[in-house]
Nanobody
Framework: VQLQASGGGLVQAGDSLRLSCVAS??????MGWFRQAPGKEREFVAA????????TYPDSVKGRFTISRDNAANTMYLQMNSLKPEDTAVYYC?????????????????WGQGTLVTVSS
């Protein structure tokens, strides 16, 4: 499975962005978004179950970010609202080897190339 993330850009604090992740084939497993800021480790942002019914977020983005997927289009989305400068990072999409949403990075086996999100203050 190949993943192509897009939608990143330069925005101001308080703005919104929507990231997309298109898979080369059907991915009937959970998917997720991670991010990595310069000099920091990759961190979990959001995950969604294979059906889209289950989602999970860390406290840092809960209430601001929404993950969704369209299995018919092999596409996953991340709607990011009320962006903050600390959200600046390269965002990666990934496919896990489990059905339910998971924040465990070791569960993810396919990764996209990343899309840069920069939030200015």
């Amino acid at each position: 499975v190949q993943l192509q993330a897009s939608g990143g850009g330069l925005v101001q604090a308080g703005d919104s962005l929507r990231l997309s992740c298109v898979a080369s084939g059907r991915t009937l497993y959970s998917m997720g978004w991670f991010r990595q800021a310069p000099g920091k480790e990759r961190e979990f942002v959001a995950a969604i179950s294979w059906s889209g019914a289950g989602t999970t977020y860390p406290d840092s983005v809960k209430g601001r970010f929404t993950i969704s997927r369209d299995n018919a289009a092999n596409t996953m989305y991340l709607q990011m609202n009320s962006l903050k400068p600390e959200d600046t990072a390269v965002y990666y999409c990934a496919v896990a080897r489990v059905l339910g949403p998971t924040e465990g990075i070791s569960e993810y086996i396919y990764w996209g190339q990343g899309t840069l999100v920069t939030v200015s203050s």
